[in-house]
């Protein structure tokens, strides 16, 4: 038996919900053969329609917000549109890295129909940050240590794997990132660290509620495989706080 959703906050207008990693919020183009999504689970648990705002890659585990209705809906993707969504992620990179930078790397979109190269390049701005790093006695690259660092990301636009593909350009590519990172390293995690995939969570999104105007801060725990290896890393003091779910049976507009 599927086990139910992680609800993170839930009124009458919006629910936030933790998205578990490898799971595609909901149809699309690329998800050929796919057959169970994040859209229909909630769905299903919540036992009403939800209406999608905005994006998470499938591998990203993390807060994900869904409207309750079409007005609210609306309202969300105008505010993610606007940058009015202030949205922090964790991720686990190779390498030691920057203190504290501004990444502006324009980016084509990879997943368009013409070649990359014909694709016109977007504006794409993340801050990052480094929290703490790990320096490990093993060989896995051509050093006899490998470092790695926890790197706080906050996004100011929103294109796709954009956080990926900014720290990979950087020098600094997310552990267990197939297309963008290092498969020796990748390996590495999977094989002995017992962490097979994508290590990018979101575990932050603010915003004020489109009815209320009550500004919303929503923390997302991490899932059990990035848990573990903090612990291990001696970095659980950067864990995100467990939320209190909150359920508000209505908001007063």
């Not at 030691?96 to 990359?116: A, F, N, T, V, W």
């Amino acid at each position: 038996m599927t086990p139910a959703l992680s609800l993170l906050h839930q009124d009458d207008h919006l629910v936030a919900v933790h998205k578990p990693a490898g799971l595609l919020v909901h149809r699309s183009a690329l998800a050929r053969g796919e057959r169970e999504f994040l859209l229909q689970r909630l769905r299903d648990q919540l036992g009403r329609r939800v209406y999608p705002v905005h994006r998470l890659d499938r591998p990203t585990s993390g807060v994900i917000v869904f409207a309750l209705d079409p007005e609210t809906a609306a309202a969300l993707q105008a505010a993610f549109a606007a940058r009015r969504v202030a949205k922090r992620y964790l991720a686990v990179v190779r390498g030691i890295g920057p203190h504290q930078e501004r990444l502006d790397y324009p980016l084509r979109d990879e997943e368009g129909r013409r070649p990359k190269a014909e694709m016109p390049a977007m504006e794409a701005v993340t801050e990052i940050r480094r929290l703490d790093s790990v320096e490990l006695p093993v060989q896995v690259d051509r050093y006899p240590q490998s470092r790695y660092s926890l790197m706080e990301a906050r996004p100011q636009t929103g294109r796709r794997h954009q956080i990926r593909r900014h720290l990979s350009r950087r020098g600094y590519p997310i552990i267990g990132d197939a297309k963008h990172g290092k498969g020796n390293h990748n390996r590495f995690f999977a094989e002995h660290l017992e962490c097979p995939r994508l290590l990018l969570a979101a575990v932050g999104l603010a915003f004020d509620h489109p009815v209320s105007g009550e500004r919303l801060d929503l923390c997302c725990p991490l899932d059990a495989c990035m848990t573990t290896l903090f612990e291990r890393f001696g970095w659980s003091g950067h864990l995100p706080a467990p939320p209190r779910h909150r359920h508000h049976p209505s908001v007063m507009p």
